[in-house]
């Protein structure tokens, strides 16, 4: 089945340390996103790629950082510079087309808890 | 810039009844727009979308239409189940150089009631 896996999908980090979440997709889609997403709210946009080797920040690229060596791939790193980073993390990816950029898929979620 | 504004939730009903969750936006050009559910501890999962104007979205007893006269893009389901209990979000793509972000609503919860 096609999809998006995201693992762990509850992660626990002590304060100062950098944690990675993995997003692989099999879909073959161009572009992956990260998105934040807090209690209550709706979701932020952290980084996204719409090609191998190429990423942009988005509205809340603070304290995070990301790569794209492969297309199925795009793993986020938490640095110990986020102030807040006990949240809800979902990875998204979608296609493109001659009608531009398609509907996002995404991912199941990694809840990341910093203690 | 670009903008999704949702009605306040949470929003309580009875099951069979009518719903209706409202949506406006702000965008340049002719933005998609889409509605996405969330059950609890789940990722987003894509409910409908609409890419022109007058277009209507339609899945699972759900339907919005894209009405650029107002800017709204209304999610809707004639009789709700309880099994409907989730938060749906709206949301519309930006424009095609920016990678095709997606501009997200708050979202509404919606609680339906035996």
């Known amino acids: 089945d096609g999809g998006i896996t995201q693992s762990p999908k509850y992660l626990f980090r002590k304060e100062g340390q950098n944690v990675t979440l993995s997003c692989e997709q099999n879909l073959n889609h161009d572009a992956m996103y990260w998105y934040r997403q807090d209690p209550g709210q709706g979701l932020r946009l952290i980084y996204y790629s719409q090609i191998v080797n190429d990423f942009q920040k988005g509205d809340i690229a603070e304290g995070y950082s990301v790569s794209r060596e492969k297309k199925e791939s795009f793993p986020l790193t938490v640095t110990s510079a986020q102030k807040n980073p006990t949240a809800f993390y979902l990875c998204?990816?979608?296609?493109?087309?001659?009608?531009?950029?398609?509907?996002?898929?995404f991912g199941p979620g990694t809840r990341l808890t910093v203690t | 810039g670009d903008s999704v504004t949702q009605m306040e939730g949470p929003v309580t009903l009875s099951e069979e009844a009518f719903l209706t969750i409202n949506c406006t936006y702000t965008?340049?050009?002719?933005?998609?727009l889409f509605w996405y559910v969330q059950y609890p501890g789940e990722g987003l999962q894509l409910l409908l979308k609409?890419?022109?104007?007058?277009d209507k979205g339609s899945n699972k007893g759900f339907e919005a239409t894209y009405r650029k006269e107002t800017t709204s893009f209304h999610l809707e389901k004639g009789s709700v189940q309880v099994s409907d209990s989730a938060v749906y979000f709206c949301a519309l793509s930006a424009s095609y150089n920016q990678g095709g972000k997606l501009i997200f609503g708050q979202g509404t919860e919606l609680s339906v009631k035996p």
């Open positions: 609409a890419t022109k104007a007058d």
């Open positions: 998204a990816s979608s296609r493109s087309g001659t009608g531009g950029w398609y509907e996002q898929y």
């Open positions: 965008a340049t050009g002719y933005p998609s």
